[in-house]
């Protein structure tokens, strides 16, 4: 299914009826905390397999229903690494990774007054660079591969145009960093470049 039709179904599922209810776009902000799955292979080129991300995106929906767009950014340097019988040698080569992953979200909001939870889910699209110092242009890695996401949260008004929301993220995106068997990925066996991720957003909008 292509992408263009994901977002139609979606809009469909969305707007059942445009005169029962009232349409509000809305665009946020946020930051948060993202732990990958493939916990060893980042670890062992970055030191650690978690950091911060931010990013921002907007919103199309009604009270209840939602469809929202976003993307958030993941980025750390660490140093390259060459794998050699199964053992992890660490070069003093500048390497740096880039995680950009694009969401599109289908939700549901529960009617409540003061603190609104919401939860939702959908197909999650991961662009992966990876770079490193003297490296060419055909040595980098540059791919982009298709998961999934659920999450849910809770939402809290401010003042009528602005809100605040915190919410949680699981994702999936299994088949990533490729077959290569001199990879960090390979010789641990991890091939999922999706993880849990913590999130604090501002929004703006009605």
């Known amino acids: 299914m292509t992408r263009a039709a994901i977002v139609g179904i979606a ?5 059942p009826s445009v005169s029962a209810a009232q349409m509000t776009f809305r665009g946020f902000g946020e930051a948060g905390f993202t732990v990958f799955n493939a916990t060893q292979s980042f670890k062992a080129i970055l030191g650690k397999s978690s950091g911060p991300v931010f990013g ?3 919103e199309l929906g009604e ?3 939602f469809l929202s767009f976003g993307a958030q950014r993941f980025r750390r340097d ?7 019988e199964n053992q992890v040698f660490q ?16 939700g549901y909001r529960l009617r409540s007054r003061g ?15 990876e770079t490193s110092e003297h490296a060419t242009e055909n040595e980098d890695v540059k791919a982009t ?3 999934y996401h659920l999450l849910a949260g809770a939402e809290v008004p401010l003042r009528r145009w602005l809100a605040a929301a915190v919410d949680a993220q699981w994702a999936a995106a299994p088949n990533a960093f490729g077959d290569s068997p001199t990879s960090v990925a390979s010789l641990y066996g991890e091939h ?15």
């Open 78 to 84: 660490g140093h390259r690494v060459f794998v050699f």
């Open 56 to 58: 921002g995106g907007v």
């Open 115 to 129: 603190l609104v939870p919401y939860f939702g889910g959908g197909p999650t699209w991961y662009r992966y660079v």
């Open 145 to 147: 591969y298709t998961g």
């Open 192 to 206: 999922d470049l999706g993880g849990f991720t913590l999130r604090a957003r501002i929004i703006v909008g009605r």
């Open 63 to 65: 009270r209840q229903f």
């Open 91 to 106: 070069l003093n080569v500048k390497d740096t990774i880039t995680v950009t992953p694009i969401d599109l979200t289908f």
């Open 11 to 15: 809009l469909v599922l969305l707007v």
